[in-house]
């Protein structure tokens, strides 16, 4: 069995642990298997995969040990951690912590706020108009997320000078952002010179191709039994 074992679902945010696995295995550092789950199916919510994390999300990295880590963040902070030499993110600590600020405003401010209000407001309010509302709410966030990111790209190359996770994160928003209807490729030019720029990066194409996602997919209807929380809670 591989040392890794990840939990991931198509186009997610778990495509930024799958690369960085990817990048770990294409420099013979690590092994792992990948592990597919099928979000608008419900996969997250079976036995089977809460026995892994009970928190019903992706990703989840299974160690040799046994043990399981999960949020985005721990896992690439563990990746980096313990293979420095890959190139992850920078050796520098000031540029490294850089990267976290990107990584960390990512996963918080325009993931778990603004994005979680376009796609599931039916996760904060039953009643359609309030729904709306609050979808309204988080495509507006967004705008103006958008235009900060932007403004802190560089016109050439990559977010810290040389390619790490952080332009690959930003490549996974970028899709979302897309398939979302924002049109970044038109209103936020470097941001979109960047997502290509991934794109040829080997390991891209090779995680993004294994997870069967690229940038000009369509987004598929939203099927809401799937995306309620059964007891009702919000997450
Ligand atoms: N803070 C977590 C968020 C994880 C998360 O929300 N994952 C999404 C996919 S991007 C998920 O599993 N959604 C399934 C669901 O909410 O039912 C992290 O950064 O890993």
Redesign the pocket.
């Known amino acids: 069995m591989s040392p890794y074992q990840l939990y991931y ?1 198509p186009g ?3 495509v930024t642990a799958h690369a960085a696995l990817e990048w770990l295995q294409q420099q013979k550092l690590a092994r792992y298997t990948a592990h597919k789950l099928l ?1 608008p199916q419900g996969d ?2 079976k036995a089977e995969y809460l026995a892994i994390n009970p928190r ?4 989840a990295l299974m160690l040799a040990d046994g043990a399981v880590l ?4 721990a896992i690439l902070r563990y990746l980096h951690a313990t293979h420095p030499q890959a190139g992850l993110l920078p050796g520098e600590v000031a540029q490294e912590a850089r990267g976290w600020e990107w990584l960390s405003w990512l ?1 918080s401010a325009v ?2 706020h603004a994005f979680m209000l376009v796609f599931y407001p039916m996760r904060f309010l039953a009643d359609e108009a309030g729904q709306a509302a609050l979808e309204a709410h988080g495509r507006a966030l967004l705008q103006h997320h958008w235009a900060d990111l932007e403004s802190r790209l560089p016109e050439q190359g990559f977010a810290l000078g040389a390619f790490s996770l952080v332009d690959i994160h930003l490549t996974v928003f970028y899709r979302w952002a897309k398939r979302y209807g924002f049109m970044p490729q038109r209103h936020h030019p470097r941001w979109a010179a960047l997502a290509a720029r991934v794109l040829e990066q080997p390991v891209m194409a090779v995680t993004l191709a294994a997870e069967g996602v690229n940038l000009t997919d369509a987004l598929p209807p939203r099927p809401a039994h799937l ?1 309620q929380i059964p007891d009702g809670s919000m ?1």
């Open positions: 679902a997610a945010c778990s979000l997250q919510r019903g999300k992706v990703p999960t949020e985005t963040l996963s993931q778990s995306w997450a």
